[in-house]
T-cell receptor
Framework: GAVVSQHPSRVICKSGTSVKIECRSL??????MFWYRQFPKKSLMLMATSNEGSKATYEQGVEKDKFLINHASLTLSTLTVTSAHPEDSSFYICSANRGNTGELFFGEGSRLTVL | GQNIDQPTEMTATEGAIVQINCTYQTSGFNGLFWYQQHAGEAPTFLSYNVLDGLEEKGRFSSFLSRSKGYSYLLLKELQMKDSASYLC???????????FGQGTELSVKP
């Protein structure tokens, strides 16, 4: 079964509104989670590293005020797309390491459409 | 910067063998991963190499040469359901951050 759960799987919103996406690790604690973005027929682009209890680390070119990340507990990280615009429409995927196996588990992904 | 290259598209025949290559030049290296991704879905883990050599897992095998910055994924006895995008990813350090290649879209034909 899934070890990382992401919600919602699909969301449609109006331009200018904010959208929150949740990423939960199931049955394990994740001090670090990763948020990726994927455009159609493109690969995954790392947006930021979410750190439990501290500020997220953003990749170059990613606006931290636009994509707010909160990692308030060891099993939950949230990504909020603020003041969404149509160009923010994309597939957002979170991931987490479980233990020291090296395997990175992905959530189911969230498809955001901004009208 | 980080650079991970793999072919954009490949086509193969059902029942055949296909090899998908990946070369990388990264600032760090703590393992190479292969993922499969079907359209509209999240990636699923296929294999992980951190030492040189071949890792076999059923119909899938992955090879790594750290000195050459090179890996390949070998798929045997291809099935139609293997049509998907295959992503090569390098973990830069023990923190787990993965950098992905652009993905190889594999089409399996009857």
């Amino acid at each position: 079964g899934a070890v990382v759960s992401q919600h919602p799987s699909r969301v449609i919103c109006k331009s200018g509104t904010s959208v929150k996406i949740e990423c939960r690790s199931l049955d394990f604690q994740a001090t670090t989670m990763f948020w990726y973005r994927q455009f159609p027929k493109k690969s995954l682009m790392l947006m930021a590293t979410s750190n439990e209890g501290s500020k997220a680390t953003y990749e170059q070119g990613v606006e931290k005020d636009k994509f707010l990340i909160n990692h308030a507990s060891l099993t939950l990280s949230t990504l909020t797309v603020t003041s969404a615009h149509p160009e923010d429409s994309s597939f957002y995927i979170c991931s987490a390491n479980r233990g020291n196996t090296g395997e990175l588990f992905f959530g189911e992904g969230s498809r955001l459409t901004v009208l | 910067g980080q650079n991970i290259d793999q072919p954009t598209e490949m086509t193969a025949t059902e029942g055949a063998i296909v090899q998908i290559n990946c070369t990388y030049q990264t600032s760090g290296f703590n393992g190479l991963f292969w993922y499969q991704q079907h359209a509209g879905e999240a990636p699923t883990f296929l294999s992980y190499n951190v030492l040189d050599g071949l890792e076999e897992k059923g119909r899938f095998s992955s090879f790594l040469s750290r000195s050459k910055g090179y890996s390949y994924l070998l798929l045997k006895e291809l099935q139609m359901k293997d049509s998907a995008s295959y992503l090569c990813a390098v973990r830069l350090n023990q923190g787990g951050k993965l950098i992905f290649g652009q993905g190889t879209e594999l089409s399996v034909k009857p």
